[in-house]
Nanobody
């Protein structure tokens, strides 16, 4: 059974930083592309960052230069370092074990419970 457990969210002031973690089990983590998504109230869930098994990364334009995704295959954990946070980054953040099919990446069927990030003064 696949389990994804996110942690590290919280309340932070604009300009602050947070580091999210996602511990995975039940999945061949080392070969699986992993993604961080977020969903703000009233908005669709969106992909924030993606990392392949080889460590290649991809970011949404809105977070480029501020967020960094990384992974530790020995710990089956993926991280999202978020710097220079803005109020518009406020959302529930989810990690996902993604799929790669026909040359494209897609969200996998398993999601964690999410972790709330609130950026406010």
């Amino acid at each position: 059974q696949v389990q994804l457990v996110e942690s590290g969210g919280g309340l932070v002031q604009p300009g602050g930083s947070l580091r999210l973690s996602c511990a995975a089990s039940g999945v061949l983590f080392s070969i699986n592309p992993m993604g961080w998504y977020r969903q703000a109230p009233g908005k669709q869930r969106e992909l924030v960052a993606r990392i392949t098994s080889s460590g290649s990364t991809n970011y949404a334009d809105s977070v480029k230069g501020r967020f960094t995704i990384s992974r530790d295959n020995a710990k089956n954990t993926v991280y999202l370092q978020m710097n220079s946070l803005k109020p518009e980054d406020t959302a529930v953040y989810y990690c996902n074990a993604m799929k790669f099919m026909s040359g494209r990446y897609y969200p996998g069927e398993y999601w964690g419970q999410g972790t709330q990030v609130t950026v406010s003064s």
